[in-house]
């Protein structure tokens, strides 16, 4: 089995910065990637920021040069750093991984139970 936990969530001013964290834990073999996602109430979840196989990262147009994505591998940690927040990105966000693990080789896809961010304006 492998956990994600993401932290980092919490209330902010319009413009201002929070940086949300996820740490993987359990069983793991190896992750091959980690992401995030958010969802805002009636509305689909949306992919925020998530490498692609070639090295690069997919951001949604809405978060494209305020919010960037960083792995650290050796804490088994993702991070989004959100700058000049707006009321629009008001979201649960949630990490998402593919992780192989020890009771289960397969390539698997993982999810944290998500972290709340409010933004006033």
């Known amino acids: 089995q492998v956990q994600l936990v993401e932290s980092g969530g919490g209330l902010v001013q319009a413009g201002g910065s929070l940086r949300l964290s996820c740490t993987a834990s359990g069983s793991i073999l190896s992750i091959n990637v980690m992401g995030w996602y958010r969802q805002s109430p009636g509305k689909q979840r949306e992919l925020v920021a998530f490498?692609?196989?070639?090295?690069?990262?997919n951001y949604a147009d809405s978060v494209k040069g305020r919010f960037t994505i960083a792995r650290d591998n050796a804490k088994k940690t993702v991070y989004l750093q959100m700058n000049s927040l707006k009321p629009e990105d008001t979201a649960v966000y949630y990490c998402?991984?593919?992780?192989?693990?020890?009771?289960?080789?397969?390539?698997?896809?993982?999810w944290g139970q998500g972290t709340q961010v409010t933004v006033s304006s």
């Open positions: 490498p692609t196989s070639g090295g690069s990262i």
């Open positions: 998402n991984a593919e992780a192989r693990s020890y009771s289960d080789y397969r390539l698997r896809d993982y």
